[in-house]
């Protein structure tokens, strides 16, 4: 069993959530879906995330009149209802979390996601999320130090004029990047004092 030549299985898999009615059928139904063509491609749990949140995105039909407060209710809404499920069945590991915020990236670069350029708008999909415990602290703050390294000129996916760097350097996303960082270190100051705690 190998991966089909030419075949483009993000898409293919993207279409399979597309297609899926997420207000009928149950999540077990797709993840089965998803599922079997992952073993017939021989793709990973990591394309089964990001071919997720793109169908997620897409099923929000989001328009650049879109205000922020109505896209994270309608997000909060699917996440709810069906999606946070799913993204938790797929993410066996950080891996498919940090292909999560891949795919949001790759969303921003296109037509129907190009809400997603605005710092504030990427912001607070990101920190719904993570609110809703699709993403985790640790999946976040590994793909922030992922774009560290990365320079305004390294290559990106899609239309040349935007770029994924200055996203994740705009003050938004740098202002909630380092409030979690802040809340990752407090939990661990009191996860240290409870463990002197236990020892006395």
């Known amino acids: 069993i190998g991966r089909q030549k030419g ?7 993207t279409e399979i959530c597309m297609e899926f009615d997420d207000t009928c059928f149950p999540m077990e139904n ?3 879906e998803l599922n079997s063509y992952k073993f017939s491609q021989n793709a990973s749990y990591q394309d089964c995330a990001m071919a997720s949140i793109l169908a997620l995105l897409n099923k929000l ?3 650049d009149d879109t205000t922020d407060g109505r896209l994270v209710a309608a997000l909060k809404g699917k996440l709810t209802s069906f999606w946070t499920a799913l993204f938790q069945k797929l993410c066996v590991g950080v891996a498919e979390e940090v292909s999560i915020i891949y795919g949001l990236e790759r969303a921003a670069a ?22 809703e415990e699709v993403l985790s602290e640790e999946a976040i703050l590994k793909w ?3 774009r560290k390294q990365e320079n305004d000129d390294s290559p990106d996916d899609g239309d040349s004029s ?8 705009s003050q938004p996303v740098q202002d909630f990047l380092e409030w979690l960082e802040e809340e990752s270190e407090e939990e661990e100051d009191e996860s240290e ?6 020892s006395d």
């Open 7 to 13: 075949v483009d299985v993000i898409q293919e898999m």
């Open 30 to 32: 797709l993840s089965i």
């Open 110 to 131: 296109t037509t129907t996601c190009r809400k997603l350029q605005s710092g504030m708008t990427f912001r607070f999909v990101l920190q719904t999320l993570h609110d």
């Open 61 to 63: 039909e989001l328009t």
């Open 144 to 146: 922030a130090e992922e």
């Open 162 to 169: 935007w770029s994924r760097v200055k996203l994740f350097h």
């Open 193 to 198: 004092d409870e463990e002197e705690g236990d």
